[in-house]
């Protein structure tokens, strides 16, 4: 019994050890021998450029720990509430052709990170379970996986320009657009105390930001109207996404820490957020794509032979 014990003592020091070092991690020693990681056995060449500088990355990450808060207060003073006023009286300026061109990059981009991301959330689910994959944080170990934890978090820095460049333009700007904004930018900003279940995160973000921008880079490069099942097809991947990073704070919370290695008001909150939109999501499809009246699919057949 006392062996018993004390094996979960040492079990229990060695995972908080390993948490640890998870925050104070030495990237100067980590191999740089893709072969053992799964995935991917190499790194492109842009990626082997930036994994010479990630403890720079890394310093910079938890040194300003305050920057996306600060980014997301300019951001709603600026761009959600000043410059529309400005805009009020003004032209549009025509910027459909930037707007695609930013769009079609945070596409490629998004689809560039889940190349690199989503085979090792494949080999887990195959080799450890569904679990493991969610509470299983061996994926720290990969400095390629740190490296686009990083390019993830400033990726959500770059997005908020899409909400300067439809505003000039005179587009409509969404409230669960610019409220989403926010709160992923300060949220993914605090992905180096959560490794427990990022992997879920950040490749599902990937996956459906591939597919959303790719939308609205058609979008906005041709003046004919895309097929409706297209924008609805965007919004149900996205209530999937929600769901899905719904259960992963779940099983974050349920567990102890020992097991998933997170800590919990981090959980909490991710719990939170993904609640909020996933309701939020379902609401929209449903106002939007599920007519309930007969009023409603004759104003939508109305709509199409016009």
């Known amino acids: 019994m006392d062996d018993n014990n004390n094996d979960a003592q040492i079990t229990t020091k060695t995972t908080f050890l390993k948490l640890s070092t998870y925050m104070e991690k030495n990237f100067h020693d980590v191999s740089f021998n893709f072969s053992l990681y799964p995935g991917f056995n190499s790194a492109l060449n842009i990626e ?3 994994l010479m500088n990630l403890s720079k ?3 910079f990450i938890e040194n300003y720990v305050w920057l996306p808060f600060a980014i997301s207060l300019l951001y709603f003073i600026i761009v959600v509430c000043w410059i529309p006023r400005l805009m009020r009286n003004r032209q549009p300026y025509r910027l459909n052709d930037v707007l ?3 769009n079609l990059t945070m596409a490629l981009f998004s689809i560039v990170g ?3 991301l989503l085979p090792e959330l494949i080999f887990m689910i195959q080799n450890y379970g569904l679990f493991q994959s969610i509470c299983d944080d ?4 990969d400095p390629r996986y740190f490296l686009w934890m990083f390019l993830f978090q400033f990726s959500k820095m770059f997005e908020l320009l899409t909400s300067v ?10 409230s669960i657009h610019w409220i989403y904004n926010i709160i992923s930018l300060c949220y993914s900003w605090q992905m180096l105390e959560m ?3 990022t992997r879920w995160l950040v490749c599902t973000d990937f996956l459906v930001h591939s597919f959303k921008y790719l939308y609205f880079a058609m979008k906005t490069s041709t003046q004919n109207p895309l097929p409706r099942v297209f924008p609805m097809a965007i919004t149900l991947l996205q209530i999937l996404q929600a769901i899905i990073c719904l259960l992963t704070e779940w099983v974050n919370l349920w567990y102890p820490q020992q097991v998933c290695h997170k800590d919990k008001y981090l959980s909490f909150a991710g719990f939170f957020i993904y609640g909020v939109f996933t309701i939020w999501l379902i609401r929209i499809f449903i106002e939007k794509y599920l007519p309930t009246t007969t009023t409603d699919y004759e104003a939508i057949e109305t709509k199409k032979n016009e």
């Open 195 to 197: 490794p427990s279940n």
């Open 48 to 50: 082997r450029l930036l």
């Open 57 to 59: 990355l890394s310093d």
């Open 114 to 116: 889940t190349f690199r």
């Open 138 to 141: 061996r994926y720290i170990d």
């Open 165 to 174: 460049i439809i505003i000039l333009n005179k587009g409509k700007l969404l």
């Open 100 to 102: 695609s061109f930013w």
